[in-house]
């Protein structure tokens, strides 16, 4: 099982851009998935998750009712709507998930290969 994100550019201040993270595999349910980032030099911190049953959990602090996280449970795939978006959002945007394989094995902490945000004028 794996994930890949897919979404990165380059954005002006102010601007938008919608991150995916699609689950491919052997998949037999995909739990709660998630998004975090990390920016140079600084530790990955995250920035919102979700559950199958589309309960959303955001970091405050990094979000600010800018972001939107959801999913779409027939594609296994998980969204981040980033609006508003600023220099200091610049990161590499990882998504994360608990995966249930099709031979019942549990796969927890299942990370993407990272996508690069950067908001720049």
């Known amino acids: 099982v794996q994930l890949q994100a897919f979404g990165g550019g380059l954005v002006q201040p102010g601007g938008s851009l919608r991150l995916s993270c699609a689950a491919s595999g052997n998949i037999f349910s995909v739990n709660t998935m998630g998004w975090y980032r990390q920016a140079p030099e600084k530790q990955r911190e995250l920035v919102a998750t979700?559950?199958?049953?589309?309960?959303?959990?955001y970091a405050d602090s990094v979000v600010k009712g800018r972001f939107t996280i959801s999913r779409d449970n027939a594609k296994n795939t998980v969204y981040l709507q980033m609006n508003s978006l600023k220099p200091e959002d610049t990161a590499v945007y990882y998504c994360?998930?608990?995966?249930?394989?099709?031979?019942?094995?549990?796969?927890?902490?299942?990370w993407g290969q990272g996508t690069l945000v950067t908001v720049s004028s």
């Open positions: 994360n998930a608990d995966i249930i394989a099709t031979d019942r094995r549990y796969y927890l902490d299942v």
């Open positions: 979700i559950t199958n049953s589309g309960m959303t959990n």
